[in-house]
């Protein structure tokens, strides 16, 4: 079994946006599901780099939400 870090968490959270065409987000709840971890206690385990592209995909849906419900009105 191996000990879980931000160093291991991280790679797989690399592996699953990549393999199972996951958003970051996404990536994250399935891993926290599979591993039986709390969603709201596993910040430390993630790495400044996963932190960075989870904003920047999230800034991304805030603004294709506002653009869509802008096109809707």
């Known amino acids: 079994m191996i000990k879980m870090n931000s160093k291991t ?9 990549k393999k199972e ?3 970051y987000m996404d990536a994250i709840i399935h891993l926290c ?10 910040n430390s385990f993630i790495n400044k780099q996963i932190k960075e592209k989870l ?3 999230q ?13 809707v009105n």
Not at 33 to 42: A, I, M, Q, S
Request: no cysteine; charged share 25%.
């Open 33 to 42: 599901e599979e591993k039986d971890l709390d969603p709201g206690k596993v």
């Open 21 to 23: 065409k996951l958003s």
């Open 9 to 17: 968490f991280s790679q797989e959270i690399e592996t699953a946006v």
């Open 59 to 71: 800034t991304s849906m805030i603004f294709i939400a506002i653009v869509a419900r802008s096109i």
């Open 55 to 57: 904003t920047s995909q």
